[in-house]
């Protein structure tokens, strides 16, 4: 039986680790934390039901409800209602609803005639010869123009990543949309062709994913996996270094050295398998390879902040019909953005209360932070009680400020991609894997999850 450490009891990690299992491997998972997770938290307080990591996910790969069903949380899987199929975008001061069909995007007043003609040119724009090191705003600003960039993209690009599409590389951190220019030719070409292609692969678009989560938060996943595999998880566990686990006769295996009440231990396996953000496995691996933290801590990971607000439904004057809105940055507002979470799930909040989750900071503006928190908070308020039509203070607020969120797939990402492949190639049992490579998003974790599982059965340990 092959041993193999995992290092974060993420979804990534645990996905991964629970297919290994059932295929008969020996599996350890090693969480810094007391519970399992990752960037998923959820908490209950005073009636609400707070996400502090993603919100949702998209049912973008059958996957998610085949290891939701086999680890018995398939009946506590929810989707979205369809109102939160109306997303809304932040322009003078007004929000407009996201147009979603041709007939739509005809009518609304979100764009110019002059940015809608600009948009019907899409078909009859070339491919880029420099792909991998551009920009997602040049890309968008080439293809669609300016102002679909500055108010479709903009704010789609901070409500995903936290990101700034000057500086996220097409190619890293959209390859779906990058391909949809290098297979076909043009992104209208791409959807209608590609559409076929995810059809035959069981794949959904994340335009047309089904939104998901569970009765208890998003953290309920990987805690059901983790309770799946509980002998197997260790909690508290600090891992401080992997090296060649070396005796006088051989050298065969990897040795992880971890921290658990204030006793260092050590495992010996065949396989290793990191999941952990990029800056923190960068100390780890950096005595196998000192190029390695050069990568791993370019990742820029800038902070967010989650802020929950509670209200009264009394109080607000307009219809939360929708998902939320989005701000872009010509808008020069404090916030990215706000998602309505009771309007979106049932049963985050009592039927007389509404929720939202409202994000600050991003790369946008990694330095607003250096404001005092009362003040920053007390900004964001007021901005979001003006746009959102809300009088009077919440009822409920709680924040979570993420110091290092979501990596950021800038341009250049390719190279620390590659870095990785030839990590890996050079060290022949140990695997990378998490959120900083093949997409950020909670599909994306679990879909890459089975590449991984399906990496290490086909390979030879060292």
């Keep these: 039986m092959k041993k193999v450490t995992i290092l974060g009891a993420g ?3 645990l996905a991964t680790a629970y ?23 959820t908490i209950r307080e005073d009636g609400f039901l707070i996400d502090f990591g993603p919100n949702s996910g998209l049912e973008t790969t059958p996957l998610i409800h085949e290891l939701a069903d086999e680890v018995g949380l398939s009946s506590e899987m929810i989707y979205a209602n369809e109102s939160a199929n109306k997303r809304y975008i932040l ?29 019907a040119a899409e078909p009859f724009i070339g491919k880029s010869n420099d792909g991998y090191y551009q920009s997602m705003a040049q890309f968008v600003r080439r293809r669609l123009g300016q102002e679909f960039l500055d108010y479709a993209i903009d704010p789609f690009v901070s409500g995903v990543f936290a990101g700034d599409p000057n500086k996220l590389s097409v190619k ?38 089904k939104m998901f989560s569970f009765v208890n938060g998003m953290q309920s996943f990987p805690k059901a996996i983790a309770e799946q595999l509980k002998e197997h998880v260790l909690y508290g566990c600090r891992v401080t270094n992997v090296e060649r686990a070396s005796t006088e006769l051989s050298t065969k295996g990897w040795k992880v050295l971890y921290e658990k009440d204030g006793k260092l231990n050590e495992i010996i396996s065949d396989y290793i398998l990191s999941t952990i953000p990029a800056h923190t496995a960068s100390k780890i691996f950096s005595s196998l390879d000192k190029e390695f933290v050069n990568h791993a801590d370019n990742i820029f990971y800038p902070p967010v902040m989650i802020l929950y607000l509670g209200f009264r439904k009394d109080q607000i004057a307009r219809p939360l019909d929708g ?52 003040k920053l ?34 341009i250049g990402y390719i190279e620390h991609e590659n870095y990785f492949d030839k990590f890996e190639k050079d060290n022949p049992g140990i695997f990378i894997g998490g959120n900083f490579r093949g997409g950020i998003s909670v599909g994306d974790c679990v879909k890459n999850s089975e590449i991984v599982f399906n990496k290490i059965k086909s390979s030879v340990p060292l």
Excluded at 102 to 118: C, G, N
Excluded at 379 to 406: C, D, S, Y
Aim: glycine share 8%; aromatic share 12%; charged share 30%.
């Design 323 to 374: 998902f939320g809105y989005l701000i872009p940055s010509k808008e020069q507002k404090i916030f990215l953005g706000s998602i309505w979470s009771s309007t979106i799930f049932p049963n985050r909040c009592d039927d007389d209360k509404a929720a939202f989750t409202l994000f600050i900071g991003g790369a946008r503006s990694p330095n607003l932070f250096e404001m005092e928190k009362e």
């Design 172 to 209: 890293s951190a959209f390859p779906k949309l990058y391909r949809l220019e290098e297979v076909y030719g043009g992104l209208v070409k791409g959807m209608i062709k590609g559409a076929k292609e995810r059809k035959q692969r069981a794949e959904q678009s994340k335009q047309s994913a």
């Design 91 to 119: 322009r003078n001061n007004e929000l407009y609803p996201l147009p979603t069909t041709p007939q739509a995007f005809i009518k609304t007043k979100l764009f110019s005639t002059k940015a809608k003609l600009r948009v």
């Design 11 to 13: 979804i990534s990690g």
């Design 377 to 410: 908070i007390d900004k964001v308020l007021h901005e979001f009680k003006e746009i959102t039509k809300v009088n009077g203070e919440p009822i409920f607020m709680k924040e979570r400020m993420w110091q290092k969120a979501i990596p950021q797939y800038n």
């Design 19 to 41: 297919w290994l299992h059932k295929d008969g491997y020996d599996v350890t998972i090693l969480e810094a934390k007391g519970e399992a997770g990752g960037a998923m938290e």
